[in-house]
């Protein structure tokens, strides 16, 4: 079996990033963050949103969150690549950690006013957060809370869901 042994997703602030590191660390794997592979290609996200909108911001998304799970190793996606069709069939049948985190512990995560979608603070997070939750459920194959654990043993607990599931073969 082929693909990635793990794709991270989750709203703004969850850690996807900071968890998915750990993991591919953890069990010797390549990790792709695809806003990261967005920026390195095309500039910061926010001058995207700014400068030509989120269409075409999802647009660029939706072909590199593609081409990351064709890949191997650990995916972290966007907060809001879930909200594309295509990206949301091809995440089914593969190993989908869904990452949640509550308000209260997100508020000291947002701090830079980077994102461009949470400018107004908490409550733009939680709004889209509330709008977003169906989808990250339904594509969930586990769920891991982010609030108050530390990230390392939140990674290892991921690691060990991996194994149990003979997954770190693929």
């Given at each position: 079996m082929?693909?990635p042994?793990a ?6 602030g969850?850690?996807k990033?900071?968890v ?21 290609a095309?500039?910061p996200?926010?001058?995207?949103f700014d ?14 969150v ?18 594309d069709?295509?990206s949301r069939?091809?995440l089914a ?14 508020a000291s ?5 980077k ?5 107004g603070?908490v409550?733009d997070?939680?709004r889209?957060y509330?709008a977003?939750?169906?989808i990250y459920?339904?594509?969930?194959a586990v769920?891991?809370?982010?609030s108050r ?6 990674a290892?607990?991921?690691v060990?869901?991996i ?6 073969n693929?």
């Amino acid at each position: 079996m082929s693909g990635p042994l793990a794709v991270l997703i989750g709203p703004m602030g969850a850690g996807k990033t900071r968890v998915g590191k750990r993991v591919a660390r953890a069990l010797g794997a390549p990790f792709t963050d695809t806003d990261k592979v967005i920026v390195a290609a095309h500039g910061p996200i926010a001058e995207i949103f700014d400068t030509h909108g989120e269409p075409h911001f999802r647009a660029l998304e939706r072909d590199v969150v593609a081409e990351a799970l064709h890949g191997t190793g650990v995916v972290s996606l966007g907060g809001g690549a879930v909200l594309d069709a295509a990206s949301r069939r091809a995440l089914a049948g593969l190993p989908v950690v869904y990452l949640h985190v509550s308000a209260e512990a997100v508020a000291s995560r947002l701090g830079d006013g980077k994102r461009p979608l949470v400018r107004g603070g908490v409550g733009d997070w939680e709004r889209i957060y509330d709008a977003r939750r169906p989808i990250y459920e339904e594509l969930a194959a586990v769920t891991f809370d982010t609030s108050r654990l530390p990230y390392d043993r939140i990674a290892q607990d991921v690691v060990t869901w991996i194994q149990r599931n003979g997954l770190e073969n693929r």
